[in-house]
């Protein structure tokens, strides 16, 4: 049962341009978003979040966009880098409020290749 | 560098074997969680502990085990390993008990391959 999902394996996008990961989940408890970079060889780490107040968080070039009636997230980079090639997971977490602390529920992961 | 040390970074090891990894949390984080992440998988969550203390379980296997000593580095012990045991495990960190909004700073993982 998958919970948190990313249907795209992989995303190509030209150096300048827009990159658009996408989310999906399922579970309402969800309360907390978050994604998580990784590069080969490391230890995935945090990006940017998003609590299910809110529907947009920004941060430099990454903007994150919550959609909870489609229970859909979108994490928007612009411009796109090189140095952002990596592996984007998204990650939800349910009340934070109550006892699943740091119990997060990972997507597969959307690798991301940013072209010169 | 996240801060949170793990080692081995690879194992290599049979089928029926028993083998421990073992994760060093960033300086003055109490808490520490398990993940693995399988082939085509997200990371798993595994367990967490706060202070030496079991906080919450995830999917852990029974052939699973985990402790938080009280230099508050921790061990992820399985045994009986199978081939499907085959996986990258992460350990993470955090100050406290992560309510959903606090991030987790992970190591580089240990890479576990079962023939």
């Known amino acids: 049962d998958q919970q948190v999902k990313q249907n795209s394996p992989s995303l190509s996008v030209q150096e300048g341009r827009i990159s658009i990961l996408n989310c999906d989940y399922t579970?309402?408890?969800?309360?907390?978003f978050l994604w998580y970079k990784k590069y080969p060889a490391e230890g995935p780490t945090f990006l940017i979040s998003i609590s299910s107040i809110k529907d947009k968080n920004e941060d430099g070039r990454f903007t994150v966009f919550l959609n909870k009636s489609a229970k859909h997230l979108s994490l928007h980079i612009v411009p796109s880098q090189p140095g952002d090639s990596a592996v984007y997971f998204c990650?939800?977490?349910?009340?934070?409020?109550?006892?699943?602390?740091?119990?997060?529920?990972f997507g597969q992961g959307t690798i991301l290749t940013v072209h010169p | 560098d996240s801060g949170v040390t793990q080692t081995p970074k690879h194992l290599i090891t049979a089928t029926g074997q028993r083998v421990t990894l073992r994760c060093s949390p960033r300086s003055g984080d109490l808490s520490v969680y398990w993940y693995q992440q399988s082939l085509d998988q997200g990371l798993q969550f595994l367990i967490q502990?706060?202070?030496?203390?079991?906080?919450a379980k995830g999917n852990i296997l029974e052939r699973f085990s985990a402790q938080q000593f009280p230099d508050l580095h921790s061990e992820l012990n399985l045994s009986s390993l199978e081939l499907g045991d085959s996986a990258l495990y992460f350990c993470?960190?955090?100050?406290?008990?992560?309510?959903?909004?606090?991030?987790?700073?992970f190591g580089s993982g240990t890479q576990l391959s079962v023939l």
């Open positions: 993470a960190s955090s100050v406290a008990p992560a309510r959903g909004d606090e991030k987790l700073f």
């Open positions: 502990y706060y202070n030496g203390e079991e906080r």
């Open positions: 579970n309402s408890m969800f309360d907390y």
């Open positions: 990650a939800a977490s349910p009340n934070a409020g109550g006892t699943s602390y740091g119990k997060l529920t």
